[in-house]
């Protein structure tokens, strides 16, 4: 699976931003997918993911509410909807895929990770 992310930008705190990730590879559909993010300075955390069949879906305690995560699958796309945002939203965000959802939080059980693409929230 190859995945490549798109969207990111520079923002004002309050906007909405929506990223993507375009999958490429005949097992994406059996792949729970999820989004992580890096700030400047700190380690990589978990965003949301979504099951294979987008039945289920988690979220970060501080994205819950204001961040919506869905797939299409004809499309073999994620997106990751993206609300209220505020400056410390600002980082560069990955989408990966992982064979396990109940591992779905946890970076090192992910196999495939897109380039990442950045989002700047400007106060």
């Known amino acids: 699976v190859q995945l490549q992310a798109s969207g990111g930008g520079l923002v004002q705190a309050g906007d909405s931003l929506k990223l993507s990730c375009v999958a490429s590879?005949?097992?994406?559909?059996?792949?729970?997918l999820g989004w992580f993010r890096q700030a400047p300075g700190k380690d990589r955390e978990f965003v949301a993911a979504i099951w294979w069949d987008a039945a289920t879906t988690e979220y970060s305690d501080s994205v819950r509410g204001r961040f919506t995560i869905s797939r299409d699958n004809p499309r073999n796309t994620v997106y990751l909807q993206m609300n209220n945002l505020r400056p410390e939203d600002t980082a560069v965000y990955y989408c990966g895929a992982v064979a396990v959802h109940g591992n779905a939080r946890r970076e090192s059980k992910y196999a495939y990770w897109g380039q990442g693409t950045l989002v700047t929230v400007s106060s």
């Open positions: 590879g005949r097992t994406y559909g059996r792949y729970s």
